[in-house]
């Protein structure tokens, strides 16, 4: 089984970009279907109200439940105060099976972090090259689960990402999906030095070809067992003690 962790669907409202204007999913299902990828995480593209937006999401993903996951995507600022309400909503309405956070709305709450804690959620933060950030997190939280995407930097900031090999490597329940890097030497030291049970697929499709993110899985010429826990075991091993209530928002 392949799983891709890391993808946006639906409308943003920002217009600023395609990141907070529009996710569609009509190109990415034509791609991942020739990757050969079963399973997307989906979850909302940038937007002021990421409320109404994880109900658009759920009305997608409920649509095809063989075919997608749901994450709940929350300002940890703006939705202070109600981050439990969204994420029970999330799980118990929508089936959602994660939360999604990004530091170009606002840093990681506990709020969030303890939200993820009682519904035995992992969380997919873009700390944006903020890496020292998450030694912080993830000592405070050693029983939540942290996925770093773009390990550690969309920008393409070496630093950065060089400096993430460290918490990749030293914390359990630090994680990292490998959408958009391109140093590969990097990708290789994360594999040698942190191992394959720290890395996800993932695409941050729609905008990026899946198979393009694939194929740097498979440039590191893992065994079998490795290769199986990069596509999809690693992934269902986070999820596997959320409580979900399936409800149809077809």
């Known amino acids: 089984m392949i799983i891709d962790c890391h993808c946006h669907a639906g409308k943003g409202d920002g217009l600023t970009g395609p990141w907070d204007t529009d996710a569609p999913l009509?190109?990415?299902?034509?791609?991942?279907?020739?990757?050969?990828?079963?399973?997307?995480?989906?979850?909302?593209a940038f937007n002021s109200d990421f409320s109404r937006a994880n109900y658009e999401v759920a009305k997608i993903v409920n649509a095809a439940p063989e075919k997608y996951f749901g994450f709940a995507f929350v300002n940890a600022t703006k939705d202070a105060g109600r981050i439990y309400q969204m994420v029970n909503t999330a799980v118990k309405d929508y089936g959602f099976c994660g939360i999604k956070v990004h530091r170009y709305y606002s840093g990681i709450s506990r709020e969030v972090?303890?939200?993820?804690?009682?519904?035995?959620?992992p969380i997919l933060y873009d700390v944006m090259g903020e890496i020292a950030q998450i030694d912080l997190f993830a000592t405070e939280y050693p029983d939540v689960s942290f996925i770093i995407p773009h390990f550690g930097s969309f920008a393409d900031d070496w630093k950065a990402q060089l400096a993430f090999l460290s918490p990749l490597e030293r914390f359990p329940n630090v994680y990292t999906d490998l959408s958009g890097v391109r140093r590969f030497d990097l990708i290789e030291s994360a594999y040698k030095r942190a191992g394959p049970g720290k890395i996800l697929f993932g695409s941050d499709g729609p905008w990026i070809h899946p198979g393009i993110e694939l194929a740097k899985i498979y440039a590191l010429h893992p065994d079998e067992n490795s290769l199986n826990k990069m596509l999809s075991r690693n992934f269902l091993k986070l999820i596997r003690n959320v409580q979900q209530k399936k409800l149809s928002y077809a």
Do not use: M, P, Q, S
């Open 26 to 44: 009509n190109n990415y299902n034509k791609w991942a279907a020739e990757a050969g990828i079963d399973k997307t995480v989906l979850f909302a």
């Open 113 to 121: 972090c303890e939200a993820a804690r009682k519904y035995h959620l």
